[in-house]
């Protein structure tokens, strides 16, 4: 229970949260429960005793009431976890806490901060000769409680001491624990961030899949339950596909239809999809799944538009697959090429922005610690792992020996579902955006060569030519001869 003698031999306790909603006070039981004490912090006492008082049997607990008193109950370096609202809220904290801190001591922000307020923190906290981490966690409520993804980044000297705590109680997969040190500065939040934007088009690309045997099969919702349920037996085993199985089962008390068909068709978002978007077109990564998963989502919430819209045109539609069996499997392929679409982008903008900063992330230790604890673990990781473990400078996980061959033996299946849709008029816009995204990799020649030519035309923007070396651009308002810029 509260007990200030805890298991430190100090008395004191080796990490503290502040930030006592569901997730900290999770994490903070997920600390006690493998053996530390945990000093305790929020703006409202009242969540700190709560969790006292429902949990405290979980392990060594200090409750503290002011900044001062959490601070004092911490031994050297003291390390302090924020799960706090991102945004100005954070600041705050961070900065209440540096005022009562030294130098040396660690400070942790574990939610979903903006991979460049984490560079401006770190830059910031080390001026004054504190440690900062910004720390990426992934799993949720019940990760946090029994073992999430854990992915921080920081200086590499703060991981000596901070490490052991998270690697205890990351999840931990074929002995492995799923949290490792990412990089400097901000890069534990960018990575965290384009594994929310992977989880997006996972999701996109799982209501196409729902969508098409539901509108181009008229399956009932019970039987698309049992398919997904089967897919999970398969190389498609992954959290997502076991609890869409779990959601689609589900049945409403009150109406007696399937949960899904009461729930409002909008979905929300809490903005680290778009970062995703927004840091790709940064860094010219074209993240084509993701950015559709988060277009779907906008799409979906505008609600008045849609309204209005009910009675377009769908021009002459097409007939349904007539091989129910057959059009079941060429769904399930598609949903497997254009998820491996979606890790490769992902893994694209990781080592873009790992370039760009300078962090030196390691591609094949993401996917490690990701099997495990986060929302996108999934079977095939161990894949990844394996491809980059291979050749740790592959140009894209599409030329992977095994994702290639996958990709390649499924294409006419994912041709025949993006086909089908367009001729149904069913949106799928995730899978035919990554079956485009795939067609453009691997063509020899893209029209962007007339791109450039009309770049040229307006802009004088220039271009190469390939038959030879140098710049050119062509004189179109005067002779239109060619010169060399």
Request: contains cysteine; proline residues 4%.
């Amino acid at each position: 229970m509260n007990n200030v003698e805890g298991s430190s031999p100090s008395g004191k306790a080796q990490i503290g949260v502040t930030g006592l909603a569901v997730m900290g006070s999770n994490i903070a039981r997920n600390f006690a429960r493998h053996g530390y004490t945990v000093a305790l912090h929020n703006r409202s006492v009242a969540k700190t005793d709560a969790l006292l008082e429902n949990h405290g049997s979980d392990g060594e607990f200090i409750r503290t009431e002011t900044v001062a008193e959490f601070v004092a109950a911490l031994e050297r370096p003291r390390r302090v976890l924020i799960m706090v609202k991102a945004g100005d809220a954070t600041d705050a904290v961070i900065n209440e806490l540096a005022d009562a801190m030294e130098p040396g001591d660690i400070i942790i922000d574990g939610g979903n901060a903006l991979y460049t307020d984490t560079i401006r923190r770190e830059a910031a906290m080390s001026a004054r000769g504190l440690n900062f981490v910004g720390a990426g966690i992934s799993g949720g409520e019940e990760g946090a409680l029994n073992g999430p993804s854990i992915m921080p980044g920081g200086p590499a000297e703060s991981y000596e001491s901070l490490g052991p705590l998270l690697e205890s109680i990351a999840a931990q997969v074929d002995g492995e624990p799923c949290c490792t040190h990412i990089g400097p500065d901000g890069s534990g939040h960018f990575v965290k961030m384009v594994h929310n934007g992977i989880e997006y088009a996972d999701m996109q690309l799982i209501g196409e899949a729902y969508d098409l045997m539901r509108k181009a099969l008229d399956m009932p919702v019970s039987e698309i339950a049992d398919v997904f349920r089967e897919w999970n037996g398969t190389e498609l085993e992954s959290y997502l596909i076991e609890i869409t199985a779990e959601v689609l089962s589900q049945v409403d008390a009150e109406t007696g239809k399937p949960l899904v068909d009461v729930i409002v068709d909008a979905a929300g978002q809490k903005g680290t999809g778009r970062w995703t978007v927004k840091s790709a077109l940064d860094l010219g990564i074209p993240t084509t799944g993701i950015a559709e998963a988060v277009f779907a989502r906008a799409l979906s919430s505008a609600t008045d538009q849609r309204v209005a819209a009910r009675g377009l045109s769908s021009g002459n539609l097409g007939a349904s697959p007539t091989d129910k069996a057959q059009f079941i499997n060429d769904i399930k392929t598609a949903l497997y090429a254009s998820k491996v679409v979606a890790y490769a982008q992902g893994f694209d903008q990781i080592a873009a922005g790992s370039a760009e900063h300078g962090w030196n992330v390691d591609r094949g230790s993401l996917a490690t610690i990701w099997r495990g604890g986060c929302i996108i673990r999934a079977q095939f990781l161990n894949r990844i792992r394996e491809a980059y473990h291979e050749d740790p400078d592959l140009p894209s996980l599409l030329l992977a020996p095994y994702f290639r061959e996958a990709v390649e033996v499924g294409i006419d299946s994912w041709r025949r579902v993006v086909s089908t849709a367009t001729l149904l008029g069913i949106p799928v816009p995730a899978f035919a955006s990554s079956l485009s995204y795939y067609d453009g990799l691997r063509a020899e020649r893209l029209p962007a060569a007339l791109t450039q030519g009309l770049r040229d035309f307006f802009g004088a923007h220039t271009y190469q030519r390939v038959d030879k070396e140098g710049t050119f651009h062509t004189l179109w308002s005067g002779d239109r001869s060619e010169v060399t810029e």
